[in-house]
C-alpha cells in the first residue's frame, strides 16, 4: 500500500504560480503511474494531469495545458505540479494519486489551492 501526503497549497492571486508537491511512502512509487486530480465545491472530481512510471509520457487536461507542469523525482518518492497563471476556476482541494496502468488505487488527502481574482 503506498501512502500519498500533499503539500503545498495555498492562497495566491489570479495570475500567480504554485507548486505542489506530493510524497509516497510505504513503497517506492518509481514504477507506478503518478496524476493529480482536483474538485471543487460542488463539483465532481476531474483530472488535472498524470505521467508515466518513465515520465516519458505526459498527459493534461485541456483547462491547464500550457499552464500547469507535472515532473516525478524518483529519488525522493515524490510527484510535483507545477501551476503557472493561476485563475479562480483553479480554486478546487487537489488530490494526487499513484496506480498501475493508470488505475488509480492510491490516493492522497488532498491540499487546498484558492485562487483569488
Known amino acids: 500500500q503506498v501512502q500519498l501526503v500533499e503539500s503545498g497549497g495555498g492562497s495566491v492571486q489570479a495570475g500567480g504560480s504554485l507548486r505542489l508537491s506530493c510524497a509516497a511512502s510505504g513503497r517506492s512509487v518509481s514504477s507506478y503511474d503518478l496524476g493529480w486530480f482536483r474538485q471543487a465545491p460542488g463539483e465532481e472530481r476531474e483530472f488535472v494531469a498524470a505521467?508515466?512510471?518513465?515520465?516519458?509520457?505526459?498527459y493534461y487536461a485541456d483547462s491547464v495545458r500550457d499552464r500547469f507542469t507535472i515532473s516525478r523525482d524518483n529519488a525522493k518518492n515524490t510527484v510535483y505540479l507545477q501551476m503557472n497563471s493561476l485563475k479562480p476556476e483553479d480554486t478546487a482541494v487537489y488530490y494526487c494519486t499513484a496506480g498501475m496502468a493508470f488505475q488509480w488505487d492510491n490516493w492522497g488527502q488532498g491540499t487546498q489551492v484558492t485562487v483569488s481574482s
Open positions: 505521467l508515466n512510471w518513465s515520465g516519458g509520457a505526459k
